[in-house]
Nanobody
Framework: QLVEAGGGVVQAGGPLRLSCVVS????????MAWFRQPPGKDRGFVAY????????NIGDSGKGRFTITRDNAKNTVYLQKSRLEPEDTAVYYC????????????????????WGQGTQVTVSS
């Protein structure tokens, strides 16, 4: 089970940190990712981190502003966001590659078999 937290309303230019707690049968050693779905748009890739935390990939929308980290001792993955823009308004989802699909690129949603329920982030201008 994946449970996101940390969403809310934030002013443009501000920071926000999302967290995703991994519990149940989902392995804390799985590669993890964040995706987001803006209103009326498709779900898109935000960030990826491998199981050990030493390899990350940030999508174009977040380069230079977003950082993904994980603390396996706490079974938690974080998405630290800075300089938020109204265009960052979306439901943010965390996802786990519980099947170990190493051949699928990290930005593909099909790589991830387990998803959280999402947390809403609204950036006001």
């Amino acid at each position: 089970q994946l449970v996101e937290a940390g969403g809310g309303v934030v002013q443009a230019g501000g920071p926000l940190r999302l967290s995703c707690v991994v519990s149940g049968r989902t392995s804390s050693s799985a590669d993890m990712a964040w995706f987001r779905q803006p209103p009326g748009k498709d779900r898109g890739f935000v960030a990826y981190i491998n199981w050990s935390g030493d390899r990350t990939n940030i999508g174009d929308s977040g380069k230079g502003r977003f950082t993904i980290t994980r603390d396996n001792a706490k079974n938690t993955v974080y998405l630290q966001k800075s300089r938020l823009e109204p265009e960052d308004t979306a439901v943010y989802y965390c996802a786990a590659d519980v099947m170990g699909t190493y051949w699928i690129p990290p930005e593909r949603p099909t790589k991830y078999a387990r998803w959280g329920q999402g947390t809403q982030v609204t950036v006001s201008s």
